[in-house]
T-cell receptor, first 113, second 114 residues
Framework: AQKVTQAQTEISVVEKEDVTLDCVYE???????LFWYKQPPSGELVFLIR??????QNEISGRYSWNFQKSTSSFNFTITASQVVDSAVYFC??????????FGKGTRLHILP | KAGVTQTPRYLIKTRGQQVTLSCSPI?????VSWYQQTPGQGLQFLFE???????NKGNFPGRFSGRQFSNSRSEMNVSTLELGDSALYLC?????????????FGEGSRLTVL
């Protein structure tokens, strides 16, 4: 079965704290793609990152970093020195090659000033 | 360049009616996909089109249908509306097939069924 689990439904942190959003996926496919999307209050999902199953390199983009570990089927997302503008719902997604994309239920992140 | 445009943004229908939602992708994008977002079920894939051909379909009843035109614009239709169809319907476009391409989303069409 293909599945994405975001166990944290809602997280609140104070501004400038670091926060990690967890994502665990299940798939039997050897070729697949993982994504993170951000949905701010306006509602429009914004692409953050894509990783394919053969690229386990971690990635850093400014205050954002991603840790992909095939051994634990996890693709976690860390925001360093969080800011109020980071408040949003964050979705992790899995796309097995040739198949439909599957989203996790999302994690609602509140950054408190 | 202009983003993904969805119309209408808001609409209210009653049970049994049908609705058509429209999506104009980013210029040059040939792949369009549709999603239903509800508080209970989250974000669920409806269907995907590439060059007017349906490439993938989610687990939705036949009341949900879609199509893509030669200019890549897409429409989705829901017939015999039910209360549970109330949701935010999102459209996304991509320059590649969805296997590798990042998705660019529109702001969505919020459907309320009374």
């Amino acid at each position: 079965a293909q599945k994405v689990t975001q166990a944290q439904t809602e997280i609140s942190v104070v501004e400038k704290e670091d926060v990690t959003l967890d994502c665990v996926y299940e798939t039997r496919d050897t070729t697949y793609y993982l994504f993170w999307y951000k949905q701010p209050p306006s509602g429009e999902l914004v692409f953050l990152i894509r990783r394919n199953s053969f690229d386990e390199q971690n990635e850093i983009s400014g205050r954002y970093s991603w840790n992909f570990q095939k051994s634990t089927s996890s693709f976690n997302f860390t925001i360093t020195a969080s800011q109020v503008v980071d408040s949003a719902v964050y979705f992790c997604a899995l796309r097995p090659e040739g198949d439909k994309i599957i989203f996790g239920k999302g994690t609602r992140l509140h950054i408190l000033p | 360049k202009a983003g993904v445009t969805q119309t209408p943004r808001y609409l209210i229908k009653t049970r049994g009616q049908q609705v058509t939602l429209s999506c104009s992708p980013i210029s040059g994008h040939r792949s369009v996909s549709w999603y239903q977002q509800t508080p209970g079920q989250g974000l669920q894939f409806l269907f995907e089109y590439f060059s007017e051909t349906q490439r993938n379909k989610g687990n939705f009843p036949g009341r949900f249908s879609g199509r893509q035109f030669s200019n890549s614009r897409s429409e989705m239709n829901v017939s015999t509306l039910e209360l549970g169809d109330s949701a935010l319907y999102l459209c996304a476009s991509s320059s590649l097939t969805l296997n590798t391409g990042e998705l660019f989303f529109g702001e969505g069409s919020r459907l309320t069924v009374l």
